[in-house]
């Protein structure tokens, strides 16, 4: 029989004293109650309780073992009910990982969040590395490019979009491409994480996929680094829509080939387990889904 059940039937009859209480209080059968005892009885190779027809009396041994199973059952209580509370009340350290370019998404919601949930303190790392969630203790990655580990469970953000953008400058001296197959006599600056390489996907004026194979002097991981030699004039570059909203708005650079969409892509929450998620992460996505949808401005696809 179960450890644990026999030992919560033992307290009961002790504390209803008898067996037929314990009967009634446990909603089991008396039979089934004497049984547990049994058990634990000879499991143990004593005897706990002392059996007349009227009534049961601890043994000394019993007495002793009365006042130990008591204090394990009232520690597993007590330990639910931290359990419990921890579930339902966010608090704990969030372990969460980013990539660089959504850090500015990122930094005012966990300002107003660890501000609603003063119980919750974050531990974030920015980097553009594929991260092992599990093998890391990460509790949540938040990402504009899908992570290669299927397993996770993603819940989507917000959607949006490379452009083909580059400075008034830049096209000045080499001329704008109107279409995708032009970009093979420009400088096309590639990021590391872009997923097809270098060939630049697009969807075409009547939403047809395009794709053009491209060449460029520079190879990085690190979007800021495209964008400033992009403003500098030393090339062209795919960034997400909302790397260069304020960049376009304010004419520093430039968007072409307006007809020709990037491929979509999401950014996504990722976090390994499906049930039983804890309330600090359950809670941040949640309070993310808020967030990005009143602040979907910073992603339109058209800036």
């Not at 339902?88 to 990982?97: K, V």
């Not at 660890?114 to 949540?140: C, K, N, Q, W, Y």
């Amino acid at each position: 029989m179960d450890r644990l059940t026999s030992l919560t039937v033992f307290t009961r009859v002790v504390d209803c004293g008898g067996f037929s209480a314990a009967a009634r209080r446990l909603n089991m059968s008396p039979t089934m109650v004497s049984n547990h005892v049994q058990a634990l009885e000879d499991r143990l190779g004593v005897r706990l309780l002392n059996r007349t027809t009227r009534k049961v009396s601890l043994t000394e041994i019993g007495q002793d073992y009365y006042e130990r199973s008591s204090q394990i059952l009232a520690d597993l209580e007590e330990a639910d009910r931290v359990a419990v509370a921890l579930q339902a009340t966010p608090r704990g350290t969030l372990r969460l990982h980013s990539s660089m370019s959504v850090v500015r998404f990122l930094a005012p919601a966990i300002s107003e969040f660890t501000g609603l949930h003063p119980a919750v303190s974050i531990d974030l790392i920015v980097g553009e590395r594929m991260v092992d969630m599990v093998e890391e203790g990460f509790d949540l990655a938040v990402r504009s490019l899908p992570l290669p580990d299927s397993s996770l469970i993603v819940r989507r953000l917000t959607s949006w979009r490379n452009m083909v953008c580059g400075s008034p400058a830049y096209f000045e001296r080499h001329g704008t491409p109107r279409r995708p197959g032009d970009l093979v006599h420009h400088n096309c600056m590639r990021h590391a994480s872009y997923p097809f390489g270098d060939e630049w996907r697009f969807e075409g004026p009547g939403g047809e996929p395009v794709s053009v194979r491209v060449n460029g002097n520079v190879l990085t991981n690190s979007q800021e680094t495209l964008r400033r030699l992009a403003l500098d004039g030393r090339g062209l570059f795919i960034p997400p829509t909302f790397l260069v909203a304020d960049d376009l708005r304010a004419g520093r650079l430039v968007r072409v080939m307006e007809g020709y969409l990037g491929v979509e892509f999401a950014i996504n929450a990722f976090y390994p387990h499906r049930h039983h998620v804890s309330a600090k992460v359950r809670c941040f996505i949640d309070f993310l889904v808020e967030r990005f949808a009143e602040h979907r401005r910073w992603i339109e696809l058209n800036p």
